[in-house]
């Protein structure tokens, strides 16, 4: 079992993640389009980061600008996309 430490830390960068793609978690919540367990399943994906100082790096870089898709190596890469484009969906 991961420490709450970790936790919190893996969880914000989930978080910062979706806000560096545009995606509103919050939203896709109320919308049913993400479950409190996929969220915490996210979470604890974003925990078996090879190298979350990386992550933590390349999303202060794009902090301003933003960016259209995760880096590759993002553990949570496919339900960022699934969710952009139930969000893009959702928006026509």
């Not at 939203?27 to 915490?40: F, K, N, P």
């Not at 301003?64 to 590759?72: F, L, N, Q, S």
């Amino acid at each position: 079992m991961c420490e709450a430490r970790t936790l919190n830390r893996h969880a914000a960068l989930v978080n910062r993640m979706a806000e560096t793609l545009g995606l509103d978690l919050t939203q896709a919540t109320r919308d049913g389009r993400l479950s409190a367990e996929t969220w915490r399943d996210a979470v604890m994906s974003c925990t078996g980061c090879a190298d979350p100082n990386h992550c933590m790096g390349w999303l202060a870089e794009r902090h301003e600008t933003g960016a259209e898709a995760p880096p590759d190596y993002c553990q949570n890469a496919a339900l960022m996309a699934r969710l952009a484009d139930a969000a893009a969906v959702g928006k026509e």
